[in-house]
């Protein structure tokens, strides 16, 4: 494999340990000494110009982030050998499984190695350095800054360049499920609060993935606001006045979904069963129990708050578990 040295801008952490990367082409095929690797790293496609000129296809560059950038968001994980997770809140990390079919000119994938473990040799992270223009990969909707997870059922994350071509010898089926990890920006969702009597309370923006109980507190909301005080509680029978302090048990942080509810999280056992039993109508939720934009997706959401204050009949419902 053909070495290359880290850029100036790369992150210190990466050039502090290691000097070089692999890139993986067909230039490594005769290296690899399997027919299953070589199917996946083949040759680019040749094409001919203008002027009848052998040239290679060129490789589709669509991350914002280098390489580098990318590698470095994952680090903290793969230094520690865990699940590859990113540590840096203006970034998520996706997971995207897709179906390639094996062509004659391979799959057009290139792969670069970022860092290799010196305690655990088969330890690293190798990324997708290329997609090939025309290629299965990128009919699939790879790109450049991806990291193998797994080839149909072969483990490959957080390992090193060697340990993912031994690994990929293991896929012999011309149909491979590969699934990948990538990072993306977080997207963000515009929040407007209502007061029970339809007046308008708040307005703000929250990264996707927040907690809607927990961004009302960050906002400066009094408990009270967020927790009608007549409300019976679901896990303790006509005692109002109190709460769960977020524990997701007494239901009585309510709040009724007035757009936008393709953006929240679906209930969980204990809050979905509360509802269902308590006879809510279908737009209520916990607000504790919310997270919103699932599946990191952005857009806008209006809730209003205690909407059982209200309802009298709401308020005393002594059905709990």
Not at 259 to 274: F, N, T, W, Y
């Amino acid at each position: 494999p053909q070495g290359r040295g880290f850029v100036s801008e790369a992150p210190e952490a990466l050039r502090m340990m290691t000097t070089t990367s692999r890139i993986a082409s067909f230039w490594v095929v005769v290296l690899l000494g399997s027919w299953a690797s070589s199917f996946f790293l083949a040759p680019p496609p040749i094409s001919r110009g203008s002027e009848g000129q052998r040239r290679r296809r060129p490789l589709l560059r669509r991350a914002a982030l280098s390489l580098e950038e990318t590698a470095a968001k994952w680090m903290t994980t793969a230094r520690n050998g865990l699940r590859l997770k990113s540590t840096n809140q203006t970034f998520v990390d996706q997971v995207v499984t897709v179906t390639l079919k094996r062509g004659e000119g391979g799959l057009g994938i290139e792969l670069e190695e970022l860092w290799q473990s010196e305690e655990a040799p088969s330890r690293g992270l190798v990324l997708v350095a290329g997609v090939l223009k025309g290629s299965p990969a990128e009919d699939a909707g790879l790109r450049r800054g991806d990291t193998l997870v797994s080839a149909n059922g072969v483990e490959l994350e957080c390992l090193s360049f060697n340990a993912v071509v031994a690994s990929l010898s293991k896929v012999l089926e011309d149909s491979i499920e590969l699934t990948v990890k990538r990072i993306v920006r977080r997207q963000y969702v515009d929040v407007t609060v209502l007061e029970p009597s339809g007046d308008a309370k708040a307005r703000f923006v929250i990264p996707a993935g927040a907690n809607l109980r927990t961004a009302f507190l960050l906002n400066g909301f009094r408990s009270a606001e967020i927790y009608d005080t007549q409300t019976y509680r679901f896990d303790a029978i006509a005692n109002a006045g109190t709460n769960c302090g977020g524990d997701g048990t007494c239901g009585t942080c309510l709040v009724s979904i007035l757009d936008g509810a393709d953006l929240v999280s679906p209930p969980g056992r204990v809050e979905r069963a509360a509802l269902t039993k308590q006879k809510r109508p279908p737009r209520w939720r916990w607000s504790c129990c919310m997270f919103v934009g699932t599946g990191n997706r952005g857009g806008n959401l209006t809730v209003e708050l205690r909407p059982q204050s209200r309802f009298l009949d709401e308020i005393e419902k002594v059905t709990g578990v």
